[in-house]
C-alpha cells in the first residue's frame, strides 16, 4: 500500500507531462492557414505565393487551379527526386490528364540505375498542354490565422512535380506553376489538412483585381474589414453537395431546376423540375463562365428578351454576344442594374448572380453579358482518364469574384456567400498586417 502512494505522486508528474507536451503540439499545429491572391490583369489568372522555407529570398508564384489534383512547378539544380513506391508517387498518378499515355509510375534514376524515380504529369489548364517529370517536395512557409489577421509562419513539406519551361505558356509572366486545389490527395488543401491536422476544407474569396483576395485553408472563421463585421463563413447564404462529375478531380454541383433570369426559368428541353439536372463545374483557370452550346442560346435568348428595352452595342465585343451602352444601364451597390440569373440548386438554394459578376466593363461605354459559348464540349475534360463529356455549366473566375465559397471535402458540401457587396465589404477586404 506504501508503495502505490509513492507511486501516485509520479504518475501524476507524467500526467501533467503529457497534458504540457499535447498543449504544446496542438500549439504548433491545428491552425488554419491563410494566403492572398492576386489576380493577373493580361492573363486574368488568379496566383498565389508560396515562400521557399530554406532561403526567404525564393518565392515561387503559381496560378491557382480549382481542377488541379497536384502542385507542379519548374525545379531548381539538386533537387530531390521521388521513388516510385512513395504514397506521393501512387496518388499522382489516380488523376491521369488527357492526352497523356499511361507510362507506369516512373524510370530508372540516371543517377541511380537500380532505383526507379517517379514520373508525373503536370497539366497546363490553360494551353491544355501536359508534360513528363519527376516528383519532388519542398519546404514552404505559410502564416497561420485566427480569421483577423495573419500570426505565425509554419512550415511543412509539399509533394510537388517538376514541370519544363516550355509548360508555362498562358502563365502569368512571373508564375512558375500551378497549385492544384482539386479533390486529391495531392491537392494543396489535402497536403495542409494532412501536414497542420486541421480539416480538409477550404474557403476562397477570389479578387477582382487591384489588391489581393484570400483563402484560408483549415476551415473558419474569416472576418472581412469594416471591423465588427460578422464572420463570413458562419454566415452563408447557402450550401449545396458537391457531386463527381466522371473521374475529374474537379467541384461540381447539380442545378436540379436549371437557370433563371429575372426569375424566370429558362426553357431548356429535357432540364430542370424533375428532369436530367444541370451539372455546374466551378473552374479558377475559365476567365468567364462557359455554358454549354444548347444551354447558351436559350440562356442568351432569356436574358436579350429580359433586356430589349436596354440600348445595345453592335457588333458585340468578342467573345461576349450581347453588349451594352453601359451609361444607360444604371447602377447598384450590387452592380449594374440588370436581371438578375439565378442557378437554382439541388436544395432549393439559387447562387444568384448580379450585376457585379454578370456585366463585364470592356471599355469606357461598353459592358458585356460576361458569358461565352463552350468550345470543344464534346471533347474529354479534364483529368481522369475516359472520354467524359464537359458539364452543361463551368461557373468562371469573373462570376466567382467577391463571393467567398467554401469547399468542404470532408463532407462534400459548397458553401457560398453571394456578392459580398450586399455586406458592404469585398474579397480584398482581409486584413494581411501581422497580429501584434
Known amino acids: 500500500m506504501a508503495e502505490m502512494w509513492q507511486l501516485k505522486p509520479l504518475l501524476l508528474l507524467i500526467a501533467v507531462l503529457l497534458g504540457a507536451l499535447a498543449c504544446t503540439v496542438a500549439g504548433d499545429g491545428g491552425m488554419p492557414l491563410v494566403i ?73 534514376d540516371a543517377d541511380n540505375p537500380h532505383r526507379c524515380k517517379c514520373t508525373a504529369h503536370p497539366h497546363n489548364p490553360v494551353s491544355g498542354d501536359t508534360a513528363s517529370d519527376d516528383m519532388t517536395e519542398f519546404t514552404t512557409s505559410v502564416n497561420t490565422t485566427d480569421g483577423k489577421n495573419p500570426l505565425k509562419k509554419v512550415s511543412f513539406v509539399v509533394a510537388t512535380s517538376c514541370a519544363p519551361e516550355s509548360l508555362l505558356a498562358g502563365l502569368p509572366e512571373n508564375d512558375v506553376g500551378v497549385v492544384g486545389l482539386g479533390r486529391s490527395a495531392l491537392a494543396l488543401p489535402a497536403q495542409i489538412a494532412d501536414t497542420q491536422k486541421v480539416s480538409n476544407k477550404f474557403a476562397l474569396c477570389l479578387p477582382s483585381g487591384g489588391s489581393d483576395g484570400v483563402a484560408i485553408f483549415g476551415g473558419g472563421p474569416l472576418f472581412l474589414l469594416p471591423p465588427g463585421r460578422p464572420d463570413v463563413v458562419a454566415t452563408l447564404a447557402g450550401d449545396t453537395p458537391l457531386v463527381k462529375h466522371g473521374r475529374s478531380p474537379g467541384y461540381f454541383i447539380s442545378a436540379d431546376k436549371g437557370i433563371a433570369v429575372n426569375q424566370a426559368q429558362v426553357q431548356l428541353d429535357g432540364i430542370g423540375y424533375g428532369a436530367t439536372p444541370l451539372v455546374v463545374g466551378l473552374s479558377s483557370t475559365t476567365p468567364y463562365t462557359e455554358l454549354r452550346s444548347d444551354v447558351y442560346w436559350a440562356f442568351i435568348t432569356a436574358f436579350n428578351m429580359s433586356t430589349a428595352e436596354r440600348a445595345r452595342v453592335t457588333p458585340a465585343v468578342a467573345p461576349f454576344e450581347l453588349c451594352y451602352d453601359s451609361t444607360q444601364l444604371g447602377s447598384t451597390r450590387l452592380g449594374y442594374a440588370v436581371p438578375q440569373i439565378d442557378l437554382m440548386l439541388e436544395v432549393g438554394k439559387n447562387w444568384t448572380i448580379f450585376g457585379a459578376n454578370s456585366m463585364a466593363q470592356v471599355n469606357d461605354h461598353t459592358a458585356c453579358l460576361a458569358f461565352v459559348e463552350m468550345k470543344g464540349e464534346h471533347e474529354q475534360y479534364g483529368y481522369g482518364g475516359g472520354a467524359t463529356e464537359a458539364p452543361a455549366v463551368v461557373i468562371g473566375g469573373f462570376q466567382m469574384e467577391n463571393n467567398l465559397l467554401v469547399f468542404d471535402e470532408e463532407n462534400q458540401r459548397l458553401g457560398f456567400s453571394s456578392l459580398l457587396f450586399g455586406r458592404q465589404t469585398t474579397c480584398s477586404n482581409f486584413n494581411f498586417t501581422m497580429a501584434a
Open 36 to 108: 492572398p491572391i492576386t489576380k493577373d490583369a493580361d492573363t486574368l489568372l488568379y496566383s498565389v505565393s508560396a515562400p521557399v522555407a530554406e532561403n526567404d529570398q525564393i518565392t515561387n508564384h503559381l496560378v491557382l487551379d480549382l481542377s488541379g489534383p497536384i502542385i507542379w512547378s519548374t525545379c531548381p539544380d539538386g533537387y530531390v527526386k521521388l521513388g516510385c513506391t512513395s504514397p506521393a508517387c501512387m496518388q499522382a498518378h489516380r488523376f491521369h490528364p488527357p492526352n497523356c499515355p499511361q507510362t507506369g509510375y516512373g524510370k530508372p
